[in-house]
């Protein structure tokens, strides 16, 4: 047998030995391995007892009309559904296979003529390219800018090796 501790494989046969429900060719094999592997006795040990906990619960008796109650929530539910409803209302029009053909044909030429390039109108070319002028004080003050960034950036890194002295 191989271990779905070490395997990675689901612990179904390890579950079913527990609930008792394996022939007893297997049952001996089972019985070998899990006296051999602890993690895989821990498993079937809390299989047990989850049965047991299983057997011994009492469930409440179904209370009278319990099953018309069910389903009259289940009809209000499906009343108040969106998909529902498109469904009631589309059911009778689209069982006929030329609506929704026309609408397919509707929606494509619709597409078509939206996204149709303009015929007959030839682009023009740019006639002249704009250059922008750039201020002698603007690039001054972009200069300081980038100075005062600078500074910044090597203040934090002080900060960061001053923490970190700190810290040792």
């Known amino acids: 047998m191989r271990c779905p501790s070490t395997t990675g494989e689901d612990y179904g046969g390890l579950a079913d030995y527990a609930a008792g429900r394996l022939s007893r060719r297997l049952v001996s094999v089972f019985d070998a391995h899990v006296s051999e592997c602890g993690t895989c006795r821990v498993f079937v040990e ?3 007892k989850l049965w047991n906990v299983l057997d011994e619960w009492d469930a409440d008796p179904v209370s009278f009309g319990f099953d018309r109650m069910l389903y009259a929530r289940i009809d209000q539910v499906k009343e108040r559904s969106p998909l529902r409803r498109l469904a009631v209302f589309t059911s009778g029009w689209v069982s006929n296979p030329a609506i929704p053909l026309v609408a397919t044909l509707a929606l494509l030429i619709a ?4 996204y149709r390039p303009a015929r007959g109108v030839p682009e ?5 390219v704009v250059v922008p002028v750039v201020d002698p004080f603007e690039v001054d003050q972009l ?10 950036h090597q203040l934090d890194e002080v900060k960061d090796e001053a923490a970190a002295s700190s810290a040792m």
Do not use: T, Y
């Open 46 to 48: 809390s299989q047990k």
């Open 111 to 114: 597409g078509f003529l939206a």
């Open 124 to 128: 023009e070319a740019p006639k002249s």
């Open 143 to 152: 200069n300081r800018v980038m100075e005062d960034l600078q500074l910044l």
